[in-house]
Nanobody, 127 residues
Framework: QVQLAESGGGLVQSGGSLTLSCVVP????????VGWFRQAPGKEREGVAC????????IYSNSVKGRFTISRDNAKNTVYLQMNTLKLEDTAIYYC????????????????????WGQGTQVTVSS
């Protein structure tokens, strides 16, 4: 069974920073785009950022563009999400997931294409 493992969540004050990590099986970064998603209580899961396997290019949702940065370290089989200038509305469970149908991040957040998911890590932003 393919397992992805997120870590790095926690409690942070508004305006602060956190870095999330997602450790993946070695083949994931070679073949699949990897995305970060989040789900706040009572809301649908939404895409946040994605990094492509083919060229390392990244896309972001409008809500985090300019504040979050996704990156990958193939040697460590890890995808990171650097989150700066955090806001109260960033509070959610954050998940990483592999898009098993694409090497390039798709233009839309098509959840059904992401077939490998982690368990999630809680991020809470306080005022």
């Amino acid at each position: 069974q393919v397992q992805l493992a997120e870590s790095g969540g926690g409690l942070v004050q508004s305006g602060g920073s956190l870095t999330l990590s997602c450790v993946v099986p070695g083949f994931i970064l070679d073949y699949y785009a990897v995305g970060w998603f989040r789900q706040a209580p009572g809301k649908e899961r939404e895409g946040v950022a994605c990094v492509s396997s083919s060229d390392g290019s990244a896309i972001y949702s409008n809500s985090v563009k300019g504040r979050f940065t996704i990156s990958r370290d193939n040697a460590k089989n890890t995808v990171y999400l650097q989150m700066n200038t955090l806001k109260l509305e960033d509070t959610a469970i954050y998940y990483c997931a592999a898009n098993t149908q694409r090497r390039l991040c798709p233009g839309s957040w098509t959840l059904h294409e992401y077939n490998y998911w982690g368990q999630g890590t809680q991020v809470t932003v306080s005022s």
